[in-house]
């Protein structure tokens, strides 16, 4: 079983940032893919960014631009750079790892409020 703890969250001013990690129970040197979801208020869960075993990275448009996703092997911790956030960032961010396709872990999740 892995377990992902996600850390970092909380409320900003629009404009400023954040930074979230997402850390593992398990080595991420090997994995599949590591991803951030968000879900907002009376919406349903979406991708926020992605980044595979081989290091390529994908973004919701919503978030290019602003946001950037990383990982430390060393310290098995994938992170979501933030800037220039936005209320409508607001929501509950989610960390997921997939170690073996279709297997996936979920995070228990932080919230991020971003006020105007």
């Known amino acids: ?22 850390a593992s129970s398990r080595s991420i040197f090997s994995i599949y893919a590591m991803g951030w979801y968000r879900r907002a208020p009376g919406k349903q869960r979406e991708l926020v960014a992605r980044i595979t075993g081989d290091g390529s990275t994908t973004y919701a448009d919503a978030v290019k631009g602003r946001f950037s996703i ?28 997939v170690y073996n396709w ?8 932080t919230q991020v409020t971003v006020s105007s």
Do not use: F, H, I
């Open 1 to 22: 079983q892995v377990q992902l703890v996600e850390s970092g969250g909380g409320l900003v001013q629009a404009g400023g940032s954040l930074r979230l990690s997402c």
């Open 102 to 109: 279709p297997m996936d872990y979920w995070g228990q999740g």
């Open 70 to 97: 990383s990982r430390d092997n060393a310290k098995n911790t994938m992170y979501l750079q933030m800037n220039s956030l936005k209320p409508e960032d607001t929501a509950v961010y989610y960390c997921n790892a």
